[in-house]
Nanobody, 127 residues
Framework: QVQLVESGGGLVQDGGSLRLSCAASGRTFSSYVMGWFRQAPGKEREVVAAVNCDGGRTYYANSVKGRFTISRDNAKNMVYLQMNSLKPEDTAVYYC????????????????????WGQGTQVTVSS
């Protein structure tokens, strides 16, 4: 299993930007599909974005399309989530997640598909 550590959360005003980072341990990072999830108070955890093992395929939740961008740097064992035009409804704890790739380098988006999780980082958007 890969170890994940998120950073970059914080307090930002409505319309602002943040960049979340997730550092992964291990020498086989390029074999992992990566995802960002979030959980707001009183709500279930939901997928925000995901990227396949080589960065060639991405997925975005409808609520963040056009505002968020997921990317990865396999040489640095890092995955990022650039969040622009933030809204108060984006307030949540954001989690980085990883799962080993299957035969195909595809994207996974279900919470149950991911076996490794970071500790989470709080993002608060004030109105």
């Amino acid at each position: 299993q890969v170890q994940l550590v998120e950073s970059g959360g914080g307090l930002v005003q409505d319309g602002g930007s943040l960049r979340l980072s997730c550092a992964a341990s291990g020498r086989t990072f390029s074999s992992y599909v990566m995802g960002w999830f979030r959980q707001a108070p009183g709500k279930e955890r939901e997928v925000v974005a995901a990227v396949n093992c080589d960065g060639g395929r991405t997925y975005y939740a409808n609520s963040v399309k056009g505002r968020f961008t997921i990317s990865r740097d396999n040489a640095k064992n890092m995955v990022y989530l650039q969040m622009n035009s933030l809204k108060p409804e984006d307030t949540a704890v954001y989690y980085c997640a990883a799962r080993a790739r299957s035969y195909y380098c595809t994207v996974y988006i279900k919470e149950g598909d991911f076996g490794s999780w970071g500790q989470g980082t709080q993002v608060t958007v004030s109105s």
